[in-house]
């Protein structure tokens, strides 16, 4: 289990240190989420109020949306130069491999949702109610995103037409975590009156669900 | 593997088929009559206003829709079983066999959601209902295996989709339950689909339609199935096949050029 924590660390580091270093998430991702949320602001006709019973369900669009990018990006990190390859040599587990490259995915998830959470705060005039829920939801979501993000970028990639096919093979299976945020985020941010902690304990069995699947069917795609 | 060299044959079809094929389409004419000609329509009559109500011809589209409905759920957990199978035994049959139900599955699939929304349009005054639980899980059904046909057909090579198709058909099946919770939850609607077949007391003759319907369309996707199964199986010995013929004539090329240089050169050189 030490072995396990230590390589994901390792991976994730490593992720979010290229990432630092090529700045792909705050010069092209971070400006493309304010740039989702600015495009339904515009196609709602800018009436507030429909702006800000709809904020849960954009800021989650958005996100989604941000993942794909997100997730693209951790796939071609490894494509380029076959650094995959140097991966799998490297005798770390696949488990541990997937869940390094999760984690990376995870955290350039949190910055997004925390920018597009002022977004929404300054653009559709949304006010927290309950930060804790937020802060809860923002996370478990997050996990269930990047778990299963990086599990089908790493599908895609294996075929050579990733751009393409992860949107159709990632965004339905991503639905239920679509729905449980959205309306988590309704309590947390008093768009509807609904029980948003009931959602938070759909999203929590969602979030385990994908994390295990994913750290054993990587397991499956990457023996060779 | 060798279905192309015994068989010169271009057919799918063999005679236990052809009789499965036969009886479908019996089967789909005996429904017909039943459906059309023999069951009554859904009109019921107000005890206090005498106003005639009901789903009147609509309910001859259920005998086509619950059928087909049911069978979608029977194909796709063929596909999931099969997956496995094959994650367990790595085999191609299980394989190929799990493309072919995920493909008729996909297939009556649509045919449910498009009939769906044909029934409701005159009985609940919609095309299309947000939140309600089936509508919207058969949906994501749909679409999640939409996504594992296109995986299918991007691979350049059977083999290569076989695992990540395996995984990805695992994970739909999963994410089904979820899903319905989630929509489930979600409205607090979970309207008609009970209410409407409880409502139709259904009656002898209604009910042996609609059974006969579940058999005859369980003869017809069987029938499909087994077609898939075995083009599925010759695209696999074309693949193979045409890997070694190539080896083969390349080898041809190699043997032939390398004797005329050998003798080439010892002519030259004595």
Known sequence: MREVLADLSLVAAKDLRIEFRSRVLANQVAPFALLVLVLFGVALDADQRTLRSFAPGLFWVAVLLCALLAVQRSVAVERADDAVVGLRLSGMSPSALFLGKATAVLVQLLVLEVLLTGGIIVLYRSSVEDVALLVLTGLTAGVAVAAAGTLYGAMAAGLGVRETLLPILLLPVLAPVLIGATRAFDDALGAAAVDGWAWLVLLAGLAVVLTLVGALAYRVLVED | ?270
């Open chain 2, 1 to 270: 593997m060798d279905i192309l060299a015994t068989e010169s044959r271009i057919t799918t079809g063999s005679r236990g088929t052809r009789l499965l094929g036969l009886a479908a389409l019996a089967g789909v004419l005996a429904l017909l009559v039943f459906a059309f000609v023999l069951t009554d329509p859904d009109v019921r009559t107000h005890p206090t206003s005498g106003e005639e109500f009901g789903q009147f011809d609509a309910v001859r589209l259920l005998y086509l829709h619950v059928p087909m409905a049911i069978l979608t759920y029977a194909a796709y957990a063929l596909c999931a079983a099969a997956s496995a199978g094959y994650l367990l035994r790595r085999t191609p049959w299980w394989d190929v066999t799990a493309h072919a139900a995920a493909e008729v599955g996909t297939l009556v699939c649509a045919l449910v959601l498009v009939t769906g929304s044909i029934w409701g349009r005159p009985v609940w005054n919609t095309w299309w209902e947000w939140g309600d639980v089936r509508l919207m899980t058969t949906l994501l059904l749909f679409l999640l295996f939409l996504g594992y046909l296109a995986l299918r057909r991007a691979a350049v090579d059977p083999e290569s989709a076989a695992r990540p198709a395996a995984v990805v058909a695992l994970v739909a099946v999963l994410d089904i339950p979820l899903v319905n919770r989630s929509v489930e939850w979600w409205e607090n609607r979970t309207l008609h689909q009970k209410s409407t077949l409880a409502e139709l007391k259904i009656e002898d003759l209604t009910l042996f339609t609609l059974v006969l319907g579940i058999v005859v369309f369980g003869l017809v996707v069987t029938w499909l199935l087994l077609h898939r199964f075995r083009v599925g199986w010759l695209e696999r010995a074309e693949v193979t096949h045409g890997i070694d013929r190539a080896i083969a004539e390349r080898r041809g090329v190699a043997s032939t050029t390398g004797v005329d240089s050998t003798v080439g050169q010892t002519r030259e050189e004595s």
